[in-house]
């Protein structure tokens, strides 16, 4: 058995976030600006057959799930080729994905044939003009499809709703809705500031609370559900629903305590919290010639000094902003 990656506040890791790309065909406001976005330069992306060999390290040490993410992993080419590469190396367990849908419907029956259970799917609001008004993009048909066939397919579909205040907090209800609807989870998550901008668009006021506040004025009889280990969200069932409610206080950062993630950006940065600035380049050490053994040594150095939780690891930054893009971690 894989010995356990454990870090210096006693929990265990075994979730890498895997960030394959930091571009994409929309332009979320709440993720990246309109215009003027440099994107990296292909040469200091990953490439496949590192990522491959990075996850077979972290497999060793005791990584069993990993989530493919970006950017829109789907704009990589060959993406689906290197998800079967990773599903063959011993010890990963699971393989998710996040996504926007917009790309994916025509690779639902690989993402059957990898085993990948569940797919998060982000989607912000139920109304089509409003999608194009947070996305930038006329795309909401394709996410609808993409939603339909994936539960055709049996995959469980969880959606990701970013609240944004002033902007779509009158779909929260109607987006819940799809939890009567369907099978599905649908969870609520706090705008964060990385937008690539450093804008903050307002003062963050919709917090979980605010968030559960409105549900149960639509769902009195809201009952919480136990904490799943290493949950981000807390979740939630009412009478009616056939999936569950979630919110996920990101910018709250309720959830560190039992945190059992790492991140890894397109350029090889390993962030051992989402709220760090990165804490080493593995990319570079692959590059410099380390060995696995050497590069196993970093990552375990790495998480054996990781910040208690997000203000700590925030604080870490020494005053640089908390406002590069989520496309370039992965969410
Ligand atoms: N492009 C894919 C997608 O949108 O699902 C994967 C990458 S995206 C960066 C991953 C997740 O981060 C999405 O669910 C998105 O809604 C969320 N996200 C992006 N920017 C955010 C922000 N500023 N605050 C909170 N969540 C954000
Ligand atoms: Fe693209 Fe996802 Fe960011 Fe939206 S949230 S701009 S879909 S990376």
């Known amino acids: 058995m894989a010995p356990h990656l454990i870090d210096n506040h006693g929990r265990v890791v075994n979730y890498l976030r895997l960030a394959v790309t930091d571009r994409c065909n929309l332009r979320c406001f709440y993720c990246m600006p309109e215009e003027g976005i440099t994107y990296l330069p292909k040469a200091e ?164 609370m605010k968030i559960i506040d409105t549900l149960r004025s639509a769902y009195p009889a809201l009952e919480k559900l136990p904490d799943p280990p290493h949950s981000t969200s807390m979740n939630y069932s009412a009478p009616g629903l ?12 309720s959830f560190c305590g039992t945190c059992n993630r790492l991140r890894l950006t397109p350029q090889g940065q390993l962030k051992t919290c989402l709220y760090d600035n990165g804490v080493f380049n593995i990319k570079d050490l692959l590059r410099n010639g380390a060995t696995d053994e050497q590069v196993r040594d970093a990552i375990v150095n790495a998480v054996s000094h990781r910040s208690r939780d997000g203000h700590e690891a925030e604080q870490n930054r020494l005053g640089l902003p908390v406002n590069e893009s989520m496309s370039t971690i992965g969410g």
Request: charged fraction near 25%.
């Open 45 to 208: 992306l990953m490439t496949y057959e590192e990522m491959v060999r990075i996850v077979r390290i972290m497999a060793g040490l005791g990584v069993d799930k990993v989530r493919i993410t970006g950017g829109e992993p789907f704009v990589r080419t060959d993406i689906v080729a290197f998800m079967y590469h990773l599903r063959d190396i011993p010890g990963i367990k699971q393989l998710n994905l996040t996504t926007n849908g917009t790309l994916t419907y025509r690779y639902i029956d690989d993402l059957v044939k990898l085993g990948v259970k569940t797919v998060n799917l982000s989607l912000d609001t139920l109304d089509k003009d409003r999608f194009f008004q947070v996305t930038r993009r006329d795309e909401y048909g394709k996410v609808m499809q993409t939603f339909h066939a994936l539960l055709e397919r049996g995959i469980q579909v969880k959606i990701n709703m970013v609240v944004m205040q002033g902007i779509n907090t009158e779909d929260i209800i109607p987006m819940a809705q799809l939890a009567a609807q369907y099978p599905v989870d649908v969870r609520f998550i706090e705008e964060m500031p990385f937008n690539g901008a450093g804008d903050h668009h307002q003062q963050w006021e919709w917090n979980f």
């Open 242 to 253: 056939q999936g569950r409610l979630g919110i996920i206080a990101a910018y709250t950062r």
